[in-house]
T-cell receptor, first 112, second 110 residues
Framework: KAGVTQTPRYLIKTRGQQVTLSCSPI?????VSWYQQTPGQGLQFLFE???????NKGNFPGRFSGRQFSNSRSEMNVSTLELGDSALYLC???????????FGSGTRLTVV | DQQVKQNSPSLSVQEGRISILNCDYT??????FLWYKKYPAEGPTFLIS?????DKNEDGRFTVFLNKSAKHLSLHIVPSQPGDSAVYFC?????????FGKGTRLHILP
């Protein structure tokens, strides 16, 4: 059974650019959540999508956006990149059970 | 405002001894708690969970204790093994949203 796949694994962008990250959930999982991990802040919740609708949103600026497609794949977009956006971005898909979250290996974004 | 707090950034424990990782939360509406383990270059993996209606849940070497009145939970690992060296995240869940703490890095010493 394939796990959660995130692409790309690594990304280097310059300030001001925009970036799109992709997440393919486990087959059958309809919920996809995104998290940002930084050394000082741990895992911070960005947003959650379920059946193509954003169901929950964390406290991030509007530069961070996402969407989910009909096949449950999700993308996250960050516009006007800032140095502080450098982080590991993790995607998790869920069965709907509270302990059913499975994380991908993440996309390491470096903004220079 | 940090709703889930792990106040110890790191912890070192001798192999074979008990590891105790602590977590505090502020929101009394949380009704489900989880622990995740994370190795470098990998995503977090689910370890163990507990519902707010319980005060203890055990799974092999891992036991989670919940003290609702103190808004405190702890993860006990006994005996600790070298493969337990990782970052452990405490998380709380409510309404399909999971809030994580900042993590505690556990070092198991030989």
């Amino acid at each position: 059974k394939a796990g959660v796949t995130q692409t790309p694994r690594y990304l280097i962008k310059t300030r001001g650019q925009q970036v799109t990250l992709s997440c393919s959930p486990i087959s059958g999982h309809r919920s996809v959540s995104w998290y940002q991990q930084t050394p000082g802040q741990g895992l911070q919740f960005l947003f959650e999508y379920f059946s193509e609708t954003q169901r929950n949103k964390g406290n991030f600026p509007g530069r961070f956006s996402g969407r989910q497609f009909s096949n449950s794949r999700s993308e996250m977009n960050v516009s006007t990149l800032e140095l502080g956006d450098s982080a590991l971005y993790l995607c998790a898909s869920s069965t709907g059970r509270r302990d059913g979250y499975t994380f991908g290996s993440g996309t390491r974004l470096t903004v220079v | 405002d940090q709703q889930v707090k792990q106040n110890s950034p790191s912890l070192s424990v001798q192999e074979g001894r008990i590891s105790i990782l602590n977590c505090d939360y502020t929101n009394s509406m949380f009704d489900y708690f989880l622990w995740y383990k994370k190795y470098p270059a990998e995503g977090p993996t689910f370890l163990i969970s507990i519902s707010s209606i319980k005060d203890k849940n055990e799974d092999g070497r891992f036991t989670v204790f919940l003290n609702k009145s103190a808004k405190h939970l702890s993860l006990h690992i006994v005996p600790s093994q070298p493969g337990d060296s990782a970052v452990y995240f405490c998380a709380a869940n409510r309404d399909d949203k999971i809030i994580f703490g900042k993590g505690t890095r556990l070092h198991i010493l030989p």
